[in-house]
């Protein structure tokens, strides 16, 4: 039967019909997946959200993509949740770096441009958490730092292949541009320019509504306004702390511990006896008797060596063990040989021959058991908490391993099990200005790594104490139901109305100054008390004195604005609307040989340069061609929210 249909399938019919069954079969998977996800861009596997040349970007890659670049945002906004990232369009940015690099990829391939192994092996080997103890690479660290990023190898050399790539291309793109001559001039003459005008402030307060928002307004402003009441993850810490008052007795020595301890330590508390020394090194066993006599004849030795164009050095506080070890044996007989004030006979270490006179002694007469017992105890002490305490956590971490849950641990040792109130990612309690207690501030980036009723042990900064820790309960991240925030939501209801009605003045307000009337006339037109007017009397000069120190945006638009024009600009976070007048504009001489033409020319040049990188970028992507799959973008958008 077999062999019959191995050559039916050899026939032309036969491998028609085959051909037919299999083109059946891609159309029934097709079929399959538009009637599951409602249209082409569903979150499977196969589906892109764009092509770039002959790459495709698929929706896990995109979701992956968004993931990573919401853990970077998080590095400086430890609160921030994929709600607040999306809102801020951080999907179309995470998509957009991912077509930068891959249309950068595909192009330069085109063009015969690589980065090879070599060159990727060298830029591993020169990051810095890749080196092991002696500085160079070293494969655990390296391994460790691609766990700790939640990379794979081949990941890294993709992006660092990018990078190098754009070393190659983007970055001489923009190396060295210049201007001419005339615009440099024409802008560093700007800053000799002087502008005058008025800037009125309409606050949201002003125009805010008093009374309370009926239940249609509020839930439908709440519905349109989710993102604004997202709830960062929270979370519950429960914790013991472990430090050498849960060894009790056991840290404190025995007679014997402390016996033993002094005898093996008998050199320590032996008399001992340090000196302080005016040396001299010279090359000759005969020079150096010749000094030594003349300084026992009344010379100084300083005096001595000056006549022989030496200098003498200093040794202070110094053991016989110490002098051995710097020079030698015999120097250290010789110079601990010699009363004080004395000068020491000539003795040869490598360095050539000795001499030095002795300028003080300072013995310490030797200690009895009784006399060091107090000293010896405070140290046999420290080393048993050490010791134990270490002991301890390793008891703790294999119960752990074992099993063991947190209470059964704390309970052992007597301690009592802690819990925070719901913590926030960067350290705060939810809720509060307050943080959680010092002791878990290491620990509470790793808690919002972990899952429920898991416990962990970490040492607490210092080395004197452990913690054992885990996640008592976990709120994440969403949108706080109406009923629990009704008052904040009423509260943001009447800044965001207020806002729009300060909107809707200053549009008033633009309209009658353009039609004549002055700003302040426009003000008092307005059936709500206003702040007054401020006049602005400043040169590009001026702003330029603030250093790192932002412009008022309201400054930064008069500076942008044509002479005898208004404008309205937003205030952020719907605090209100400004209107800026802008009444006249004066230009001071610019002499030729005035520094800012030159500083004009680096500062424009450089702007140039990003401009070329940025065409550069934006060229090759229309070369190699960018296709966008809006529905997929929307589908991997929804998965990333948990609308799915």
Do not use: C
């Amino acid at each position: 039967m077999l062999t019959f249909f191995r050559n039916f399938f050899k026939t032309k019919i036969g491998l028609a019909l085959v051909l037919a069954f299999l083109v059946l079969i891609g159309f029934a998977f097709a079929s399959m997946d538009v009637s599951s996800t409602g249209a082409f861009g569903g979150v499977a596997g196969g589906n892109r959200v764009a092509v770039v040349g002959d790459e495709k970007i698929g929706t896990a890659e995109l979701s992956r993509a968004a993931t990573e670049e919401l853990e970077r945002v998080r590095q400086e906004n430890p609160t921030a949740t994929m709600q607040t990232f999306l809102a801020g369009d951080g999907l179309n940015d995470a998509l957009a770096s991912l077509i930068n690099r891959i249309a950068l990829v595909e192009w330069t391939r085109d063009f015969g441009l690589r980065a090879g192994d070599n060159l990727l092996n060298s830029e591993i080997r020169q990051i810095p958490a890749a080196a092991g103890p002696s500085g160079a690479f070293d494969e655990n660290s390296y391994r460790a730092f691609l766990a700790r990023e939640q990379l794979t190898d081949q990941r890294l050399r993709e992006l660092l292949g990018a990078s190098l790539l754009a070393q190659q291309t983007l970055i001489p793109a923009g190396f060295g541009a210049t201007i001419p001559e005339s615009i440099a001039r024409t802008y560093a003459r700007s800053f000799k320019e002087r502008r005058e005008g008025s800037v009125a402030l309409l606050p949201a307060e002003a125009f805010a509504p008093t009374g309370a928002p009926t239940d249609a307004q509020l839930t439908a402003f709440y519905e349109e306004n989710r993102s604004r009441f997202v709830r960062p993850e929270r979370r519950v810490i429960e914790y013991a702390l472990f430090d050498a008052s849960s060894l009790g007795d056991a840290i404190e020595p025995t007679d014997a511990e402390i016996t033993a301890y002094f005898r093996q330590n008998a050199a320590r508390y032996a008399a001992s006896q340090t000196r302080s020394f005016t040396q001299l090194i010279v090359p000759t066993q005969a020079a150096a008797q010749s000094i030594a006599e003349r300084v026992r004849g009344g010379t100084s030795l300083a005096q001595a060596a000056q006549g022989g164009g030496l200098r003498t050095t200093a040794v202070n506080d110094a053991s016989r063990a110490d002098i051995r070890e710097q020079a030698s044996e015999a120097v250290a007989s010789a110079y601990f040989a010699a009363a004080q004030g004395a000068v020491t006979s000539p003795a040869r270490s490598p360095l050539g021959w000795h001499i030095a006179q002795v300028r003080s002694v300072d013995t310490t007469p030797a200690r009895t058991l009784a006399q060091a017992r107090d000293e010896i105890v405070t140290a046999l002490r420290e080393e048993k908490r050490v010791a134990l305490l270490s002991d301890l956590s390793i008891s703790i971490e294999d119960q752990l391993a074992d099993g063991a849950t947190l209470a059964e641990v704390a309970r052992e040792r007597g301690v009592s099990v802690q819990r925070t109130p719901p913590v926030l990612a960067n350290g705060q309690l939810y809720g509060r200005q307050e943080n959680a207690p010092e002791a878990l501030a290491q620990i509470i980036p790793v808690t919002f790594q972990m899952e429920e009723g898991e416990p962990e042990i970490g040492a607490l900064p210092g080395g004197g104490s452990y913690v054992v820790y885990q996640v008592g309960d976990i709120a994440p991240s969403a949108t706080a139901p109406l009923a629990q925030i009704r008052d904040q939501v009423i509260r943001d209801w009447r800044q965001l109305t207020g806002a729009q009605r300060a909107e809707q003045a200053a549009a008033r307000i633009v309209k009658k100054v353009e039609a004549g009337a002055s700003l302040s006339q426009a003000l008092a037109s307005e059936d709500v008390t206003l702040p007054p007017i401020d006049d602005v009397n400043i040169s590009r000069q001026e702003l330029a004195q603030l250093g790192d120190r932002q412009v008022p945006a309201p400054i930064a638009l008069l500076f942008g604005m044509a002479q005898g024009s208004v404008k309205k600009l937003e205030i952020p976070r719907n605090n209100g609307w400004f209107v800026v007048e802008l009444e006249d504009v004066e230009l001071d001489r610019l002499d030729d040989s005035d520094p800012l033409i030159a500083q004009a020319n680096r500062q424009l040049g450089q702007a140039w340069g990003s401009e070329y990188g940025e065409q550069l970028a934006a060229a090759m992507q229309a070369d190699v061609g960018v296709e966008r799959n809006a529905d997929a973008i929307e589908a991997v958008r929804r998965q990333l929210l948990g609308e799915n």
